[in-house]
């Protein structure tokens, strides 16, 4: 039986200032966007390994608790001037903070072969959570959409390895990932483009 617990906590501000020339790095033409970014984290795990002569089998949960928020203090730059969002022209500053708790379940699977080796398995549940420019962009021509939906990955895996001789061993597996609600981009007629879940892929 194996447990964990893991914790994360981070505040990352971020500014942007506009350049006098094409080779201004320093941005002495003055700020055009503050924002503070904060995130804390924590995930507990939990798995037990279960043997029954040559074959074993390892279920596993996985929880994960993940709070984001995002606030801009200041934005002069131009975004997209039809977009109601934060990062719009002369929009709103945006104020955003998202709560999300994910049940994360696993399974592993192996038998001894013997010689030959060991044949193996798993099938498991992954998360992406948002990013910070999911939710307040600092994009010129991005729209943000309303509100965001998890994006979930699921990945099945076979394999087989062995160790022939005291010098050769391999490791060979074949596994298959679906992913769910991505977040990315969808492009529009004008020319602009909108963050958005843009479903399975």
Not at 35 to 44: K, S, Y
Not at 45 to 57: D, M, P, S, T, V
Not at 123 to 152: C, H, I, M, W
Not at 169 to 187: E, H, N, P, R, V
Request: aromatic content about 8%.
């Amino acid at each position: 039986l194996s447990a964990g617990l893991w914790f994360f906590g981070s505040d990352a501000p971020v500014q942007v200032d506009k350049g006098e020339r094409r080779d201004d790095d320093e941005g002495r033409g003055g700020a055009l966007s503050r924002a503070d970014r904060r995130t804390v984290a924590a995930a507990l795990f939990l798995e037990n390994q279960l043997r029954a002569g040559r074959r074993r089998l390892t279920p596993g949960l996985r929880v994960e608790l993940l709070h984001q928020s995002v606030r801009e203090t200041l934005d002069l730059a131009v975004g997209a001037a039809t977009s109601p969002m934060p990062g719009a022209e002369n929009g709103p500053l945006g104020d955003r903070s998202s709560l999300a708790a994910v049940l994360l379940p696993g399974v592993g699977a192996a038998v001894d072969l013997g010689p030959v080796g060991e044949v193996y398995g798993n099938l498991s549940r992954g998360y992406k959570p948002r990013l910070f420019n999911d939710g307040v962009t600092f994009q010129a021509g991005l729209n943000v959409a309303g509100t965001f939906e998890a994006s979930y990955a699921t990945v099945a895996e076979a394999g087989l390895r062995g160790r022939p001789t005291p010098w050769l061993s391999f490791d060979t597996s074949a596994f298959f990932l679906t992913y769910d609600d991505q977040i990315g981009l969808l492009g529009n007629d004008s020319g602009g483009a909108t963050r958005r879940n843009l479903g399975p892929l």
